[in-house]
């Protein structure tokens, strides 16, 4: 089963999120539930690293797996917000329809 974790501070904006584990829908190489949440963690950490001037902090553990990604910038931009809450959707909507296999938990920060 994959974890996600997004944070949240006491606003309510998404200051960050991690990934840890496998999917486990089907065996490993074939796996496009997989495929689909790591296709989310890269295209939004890519995004608000690559098209903003926000900091962040991103950590990758190949062995465990896992995957932490936090904004450090006191202000994130618009467009950070928005990757940020596309992410959140769509991870959403896969843990909705995969509960056996995504958990989505939130924490606030």
């Known amino acids: ?59 990758v553990d190949e062995e465990k797996p896992e995957v932490v990604f936090n904004l450090t910038a006191e202000s994130p931009s618009r467009e950070s917000r928005v990757a940020l809450e596309s992410f959140e959707s769509s991870i959403y909507d896969l843990a909705e329809a995969h509960p056996y296999n995504i958990s989505l938990v939130y924490e606030e920060v």
Not at 13 to 29: A, C, K, M, P, Q
Request: hydrophobic fraction near 35%; aromatic fraction near 6%.
């Open 1 to 59: 089963m994959t974890q996600v974790t997004i944070r949240k501070n006491a606003k309510g904006d998404i200051t960050g999120f991690s990934v840890e584990g496998h999917v486990d829908f089907r065996l490993e190489g074939n796996d496009v539930l997989c495929a689909a949440v790591s296709t989310l963690v890269s295209h939004t950490i890519g995004m608000i690293c690559e098209f903003t001037d926000d900091a962040c902090e991103n950590t």
